[in-house]
């Protein structure tokens, strides 16, 4: 792509440095746990063309494919080592991620809030910056580091750290509705919500602290469905299905 065609597809984006939040469900496919190759490589294509359309991303992902710290598996034990657990996960599925995308040509950094600096660096929000100024994919890996704190709580932190324009949630529906569709089929579709209105109705769609922090800087939230082909592009340009959370009116 040369630059003039990368200008004018950076034009068309409604955001142009984002963090995109993949929960660990949506690399397990159609499997029951772990990770689907197939499915992570057609995740990096995602980002692969959202990278081409002049983006900056930068990404945190979940562990629940693996390990969850309030999952049924963790019963019965402490709770902040069952956490400790969970960000592990979340350490394996970055890398496993950081490998698709390196095979399709995109350069890409893992930043863990654990230090392990056999497998990947320590977070430093300045050398992360640095990183996206370079073009490069960041990484996000271990949550905030912290045992009690979700990743989506991580992602909301990211990226106001990193001075996103927009957090991008990809879930497994089309946005944000009044109740799971799967389940309730007269459950009402939102376009827009505000982050008021997603507390006040305890809307299931990333936990309080999550939503308070994003409301805090500012940042708008766009619920899309990861699992449809050109669901990140969409999220980016305002052209595919997704609700916005924002106190900002459409």
């Not at 990096?44 to 081409?52: R, S, V």
């Not at 939503?211 to 800087?217: M, N, P, V, W």
Request: hydrophobic share 40%; aromatic share 6%; glycine share 10%.
């Amino acid at each position: 792509m040369t630059q003039s065609s990368t200008e004018k597809s950076s034009a068309s984006l409604r955001y142009r440095r984002v963090l995109l939040k993949i929960s660990g469900e949506a690399l397990m496919g159609s499997g029951q746990y772990g990770i689907d190759n197939e499915t992570v490589s057609r995740i990096a294509n995602e980002i692969k063309d959202a990278k081409e359309l002049g983006a900056e991303i930068c990404l945190v992902i979940g562990g629940g494919n693996i390990f969850r710290g309030v999952s049924p598996a963790a019963q019965g034990m402490e709770r902040a080592s069952a956490d400790y657990m969970g960000m592990l996960a979340t350490v394996m599925n970055a890398l496993a991620v950081q490998n698709a995308l390196e095979r399709i040509g995109l350069y890409t950094r893992v930043l863990s809030a654990i230090e392990m600096t056999a497998i990947c660096e320590p977070y430093i929000r300045r050398r992360a910056l640095r990183h996206m100024e370079k073009g490069r994919i960041v990484i996000f890996a271990a949550g905030t580091g912290n045992p009690f704190f979700t990743t989506d709580t991580a992602a909301a932190l990211r990226a106001a750290e990193m001075g996103c324009d927009a957090l991008l949630k990809g879930t497994q529906v089309d946005g944000v509705y009044s109740a799971d569709p799967k389940l309730d089929p007269d459950a009402e579709r939102f376009e827009h919500l505000s982050y008021h209105e997603v507390l006040m109705r305890d809307l299931k769609v990333m936990d309080q602290a999550a939503i308070s922090l994003t409301r805090e800087s500012d940042i708008p939230i766009v619920v899309f469905p990861i699992g449809v082909g050109g669901g990140v592009v969409g999220a980016l340009t305002g052209e595919g299905a997704s609700t916005v959370i924002s106190d900002q009116k459409p």
